[in-house]
């Protein structure tokens, strides 16, 4: 049973710079999440996917970001111009349906903006 | 809105002693369902134990179970016979009520459980 894989584990970029990362959820699942965790913080929804459609989009999330979930398999979430605020971890996790069912999360991306 | 609190910022365990984190929440929704993470140094989040609403029982899984009030809002994590190996960041979390489909968790700022030998 593979788990939900997440790359790159960390990423170091300079700001100003555009930076990508892929969620592979765990494959049955049709629910996929982002989330992002700051230091001594809980993770905080970014963004939700059932299948292919992106459901809903906290207002975390401003216009520089953009998440997609082509096919309903992988997804991935894009940073354009990061800033310094944007240093923090990013958590994909993925679910199937019920409310019962506890999200699987990957590592997480671990971003460092310099 | 929902709201979990978690009041420990950090809480120290002699190890195959039992513990208790502390987890208290807020929503005016009357079906929710309650999760408990573990996420070690490495990083990752490790699903513990989940209970319903309206669940009658209190959940339990192996060395876990929560101790759930649901008249004083709170859903507290026993861990017992604490082990080297527990000690991590412990996050208590809340789902919307059933009826959507988006079952975003919000979660508190966490425990740090230290274990010692």
């Known amino acids: 049973d593979t788990g939900v894989s997440q790359n790159p584990r960390h990423k170091i970029t300079k700001r100003g710079q555009n930076v990508t990362f892929r969620c592979d959820p765990i494959?049955?699942?049709?629910?996929l999440y982002w989330y992002r965790q700051t230091l001594g913080q809980g993770p905080e929804f970014l963004t939700y996917f059932q299948n292919e459609a992106q459901l809903e989009k906290s207002r975390l999330l401003s216009d520089r970001f953009s998440a997609e979930r082509p096919k309903g398999s992988f997804s991935t979430l894009e940073i354009q111009r990061t800033e310094q605020g944007d240093s923090a971890m990013y958590l994909c996790a993925s679910s199937s349906t019920g409310g019962h069912q506890p999200q699987h999360f990957g590592d997480g991306t671990r971003l460092s903006i310099l | 809105a929902q709201k979990i609190t978690q009041t420990q910022p950090g809480m120290f365990v002699q190890e195959k002693e039992a513990v208790t984190l502390d987890c208290t929440y807020d929503t005016s929704d009357p079906s929710y369902g309650l999760f408990w993470y573990k996420q070690p140094s490495s990083g990752e989040m490790i699903f513990l134990i989940y209970?319903?609403?309206?669940?009658?029982q209190n959940a339990t899984e192996g060395r876990y179970s929560l101790n759930f009030q649901k008249a004083r809002k709170s859903a507290n994590l026993v861990i017992s016979a604490s082990q080297l190996g527990d000690s991590a960041m412990y996050f208590c979390a809340m789902r919307p009520p059933s009826g959507g489909s988006n079952y975003k968790l919000t979660f508190g700022k966490g425990t740090l459980l230290t274990v010692n030998p």
């Open positions: 494959s049955e699942h049709n629910r």
């Open positions: 209970q319903g609403s309206y669940d009658q």
